[in-house]
């Protein structure tokens, strides 16, 4: 089921919001809507400490399965990064080191907006 914009503009922000309430620290959301057809959001956020960032992780998945939206996957649990993807919105909960080092908001932004491609009618 896509959501619109909208829908997940808010899920981004909602998702955002349960960071905040765990103290994740440098949260920012990356509108990728004219960069990519992949998703339209990343939340990206820092934890202190494993525990910290699995603490973080586990609380935006209870929050969210709560709102009736259940993260489609989960890699990395027990590392100090964890991806929880929602389809339209991806989460990277990140321990400062990996995220200095894979600096996801420079690599996302400094993209081209992509040309929404027009398809031909076939012939």
Request: charged share 35%; glycine share 6%.
């Amino acid at each position: 089921m896509n959501l619109t914009p909208l829908e997940s503009q808010t899920k981004a922000d909602r998702i955002a919001q349960i960071a905040e309430e765990m103290k994740a620290e440098r949260i920012e959301v990356l509108d990728l809507r004219k960069k990519t057809i992949v998703c339209d959001f990343f939340v990206v956020c820092s934890g202190n400490s494993d525990v910290h960032v699995r603490s973080i992780a586990e609380k935006i998945e209870e929050k969210m399965k709560e709102a009736k939206s259940r993260p489609d996957h989960i890699e990395g649990r027990g590392s100090g990064w964890i991806l929880l993807d929602f389809g339209d919105v991806v989460c990277h909960v990140m321990r400062e080191e990996q995220r200095q080092f894979y600096d996801l908001e420079s690599l996302w932004q400094e993209l081209p907006q992509r040309e929404d491609i027009e398809l031909g009618d076939g012939d």
